[in-house]
């Protein structure tokens, strides 16, 4: 097996940050960690640059571009076509969520969804359930090297998106805020007469007020869509990564905690967490067991 066997098998070399191409985010092990996936291709390098001088409108647009080429694996060349498909994960995960403000500020001129980072994060999940499966079924992959690819690659990456989903959800300053805003200015540039009627003082000053109107009905829409996007996002996302980790840590309820923390949960969470994705059977009972659930149960027969 050509693609595999080239492991850096170090696992210090996993604690190493990436330095030939812009850190995204030093938090994940870069791809570069395993030895023949440090020449990425001219596509993965491609984004890489967008996502370095933070073009981030063309960066999801690129990523949505590549993402059927990145796609296409199946248990015979999940073993020799993973290069691509990992950098591509670990790039979508590094970058960040959109705020209104930022949607707003960077690349005026490229027009893309408004949900177009929120696609390609819920996207690279569905994939990652997919790469994650076909590697730990794989007879071609030797047990360590998927440990590596698993633990130390997908996983993380699949946490992290977790936990941006988690606190992607932006607050709005507009109903408060802008609306004291627009009242301020409406002093500024009405002229109050004799007969009660209001009028403008000048056309720029219309137009200005205009704006700041069009900007809070813009800034409150994007904001409470997308949050109400984010939610739905979160209970689909967390089901299927808590899923993964049963399947790739079965009995194992310190690695399935491990990585659940670094999604974003606290330890008190994760009971609650578990009762509203997998729930208990003969596949989970083991979450249901030890003193981390006794305490729980406790707390919660006493709430009730």
């Known amino acids: 097996m050509k693609a595999l ?29 395993i030895k023949q996936f440090k020449q990425p291709s001219a596509a993965i390098q491609e984004l890489s640059a967008l996502l370095e001088r933070q073009q981030l409108k063309s960066f999801y647009e690129g990523a949505k571009k590549h993402t059927l080429t990145f796609s296409l694996t199946t248990q015979d060349n999940i073993d020799t076509g993973l290069e691509d498909k990992i950098w591509h994960c ?13 949607y707003q500020e960077i690349e005026p001129e490229v027009n893309i969804d408004e949900m177009a980072d929120i696609n390609q994060k819920s996207e690279i999940c569905l994939f990652m359930d997919k790469y ?23 996983l ?3 946490a992290l998106i977790l936990k941006q989903f988690k606190n992607a959800n932006e607050h709005t300053p507009y109903r408060i805020t802008k609306h004291e805003e627009i009242e301020d ?34 800034g409150e829409s994007f904001i409470n869509l997308r949050n109400q996007v984010i939610e739905e996002e979160i209970k689909d996302i967390e089901k299927s990564f808590i899923e993964v980790l049963v399947s790739v840590f079965p009995g194992k309820y310190a690695k399935v905690e491990e990585f659940i923390l670094k999604g974003g949960y606290s330890k008190d969470e994760i ?18 067991k030890g003193k981390h659930r006794l305490i729980h149960d406790k707390l919660l027969k006493k709430k009730r």
């Not at 098998?9 to 960690?33: D, F, Q, R, V, Y």
């Not at 007879?139 to 440990?147: A, D, L, Q, S, T």
């Not at 003082?201 to 219309?206: N, T």
Request: hydrophobic share 40%; proline share 6%.
């Open 185 to 218: 200015d409406l002093k500024k540039v009405k002229v109050p007469e004799k007969d009660g009627t209001v009028y403008i003082k000048s056309q720029e000053q219309l137009s200005e007020l205009w704006n700041l109107l069009n900007e809070a009905a813009d």
């Open 5 to 33: 066997s080239l492991f850096y098998i170090p696992i210090i070399g996993l604690l190493i940050p990436w330095n030939t191409m812009a850190a995204a985010n030093s938090a994940l092990n870069s791809p570069e960690c």
């Open 271 to 288: 009971p609650d967490l578990i009762d509203r994705t997998v729930g208990r059977d003969n596949k989970t009972d083991f979450l249901y």
């Open 90 to 102: 670990y790039l979508v995960a590094s970058a960040p969520f959109f705020s209104f403000k930022t």
């Open 132 to 154: 994650i499966n076909l590697i730990n079924n794989s007879k071609k992959i030797k047990k360590y090297e998927k440990n590596i690819i698993i633990d130390h690659i997908f």
């Open 156 to 158: 993380p990456y699949y």
